[in-house]
């Protein structure tokens, strides 16, 4: 084919204007040439992001300095796409997906732009045992054979590209193959033979649909968090968002969600943030350890990475890398996390993208089809039945960090819309140290909890006049306050002392078992239904801070200890013993 080739007319900041002739596509790949005088031009990755007639807008994924009017491009022919197969587990990626560590080993300590490395290993080998057989028909997705890649069963699938039926003719027998190495020929319905190779190619921006049918998200996705598993739920194939200010533990939150939720694999996509916290990020997965395995956490992993000094569009790039990167595993029969933090960065990106192309401008200055492009990625979301019968799921889960913490903007307003789980970060609880400082009023999920919904909304309706009793006491003042409505407001403190809080960094009470979960209502349910006579303010109070530090002490017992029965009755016995009516 012959490659199309244009040159730049303008440019302005990340974004340029090509003039061309020929045929080129909507989010196709080309290279901005700076010519140099001492050797080959350094080529800048960009993308098209418009096309009108003889003219293509595109966003350069790097810094455009000395590119110039005149300058050469190159079109590619091919979509922004990534590489999969084996070899992604573990890895750390820019937006791009290009391999972080190996960059930096190439280009020292400051990135050169121009630099673009394979997102999978060329040289690594890996064992591949064949599955079909040769006369066997098989379509996009379905397996042509398998290799190991850490504790799972990579498959080797038809590429999800490819259109109709093909035919096995041969299939390469069992050994070790690079990820280039042809395992399989087969020939499509007119006879004309492809080969398969253990790696294919897919365009991000595009979602992969090779499965038999979508699943109703409807089963709950344990996160170990009660907070979110027993009040707002995350469904496995599900989506949600944590809204929150700076500082309120969102990272926190879905760092503690990458290590003790019930999926085979987690995604990170670290987007935007300040490069201090992404660096954090970075150190802190290898050093977690797998709850499942006891190995780092890190060989189920993939970290794809875009700081806040790297370039915007290679940000609004990311999440779609990220977003593919699972679609690719639940192909495989697997769960998979996404966790994106945090998706106004992205949307930031797209809001600077928008600007550049003068379109006219939305709320804040986002673009109008801001909403339908946040519905489109977390549309990608899903739990799938897949061609052979097995199940795979990617759950995505956004934080967004609204200025100031205010949801009333563009950004948590259109997430709101789509997903079906919030997790609304509170300042004022966060400010109390009270973690997770998800707002047990405001959040809300659609999907099912592992407590019956009557009994999780009991105790909602605890905290929520709990709540409106300690407000009315900052007017009153507690003498001013019934005794009665004063144990509510006690019972209110002790259900989020005991229940909503729960400390991530404490080895026991850092993931809570959904069985682990239910022992726990169970008790707290006693403790809170129960009717308390105390006639003196002063005394209810002590009471129900012992009932907190009983109830503390079993949250902080394995459930396997010796002493998990016993703490349990201690609470019990407190509860037996304070002054019924
Ligand atoms: P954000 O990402 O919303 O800006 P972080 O997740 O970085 O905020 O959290 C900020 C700080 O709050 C953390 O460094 C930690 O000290 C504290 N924090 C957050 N969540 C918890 C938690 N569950 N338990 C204890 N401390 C927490
Ligand atoms: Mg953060």
Known sequence: MNKTTGKVTGVNGNMITVAFTGAVAQNEVGYACIPSEKGPALRLMSEIVRIRNGVADLQVFEDTRDLKVGDELDFSGDLLAAELGPGLLGRVYDGLLNPLPELAEQCGFFLQRGTYLPSLDR???WAFTPVAKPGDRLTAGETVGTVPEGVYTHRIMIPFAWRGVYTVKSVAPAGEYGVEDAIATVCDAKGAERQV????RWPVKLPI????ERLRPTETLSTGIRSVDTFFPV???????????FGAGKTVIQHQTSQHADVDIVIVAACGERAGEVVETLREFPELTDPKTGRTLMDRTIIICNTSSMPVAAREASVYTAVTLAGYYRQMGLNVLLLADSTSRWAQALREMSGR???????EAFPAYLESVIAGFYERAGRVRLKDGTIGSVTIGGTVSPAGGNFDEPVTQATLKVVGAFHGLSRARSDARRFPAIDPLDSWSKYPSVIEQPRVEAIRTILRKGSDVEQMMKVVGEEGTAMDDFVVFLKKELVDAVYLQQNAFNDVDA??????????????EQVVSATYAYTDKAEARRAFLRLQQA????NNTPMDGQDYGARRQAILTLVSEAPHE
Request: with cysteine; net charge negative; hydrophobic share 35%.
């Open 357 to 363: 192309l003068e379109e006219i401008p939305g709320d």
């Open 197 to 200: 190779c253990l790696m294919q």
């Open 235 to 245: 469904a496995v194939g599900g989506t949600y968002c944590i809204p929150g200010p």
């Open 551 to 554: 109830f503390i002490d079993w």
């Open 123 to 125: 040289t690594a080998k």
């Open 511 to 524: 993931s809570s078992s959904v069985e682990r979960q239910r022992a726990s209502f169970d008790i707290l």
């Open 209 to 212: 649909t090779c499965y038999a």
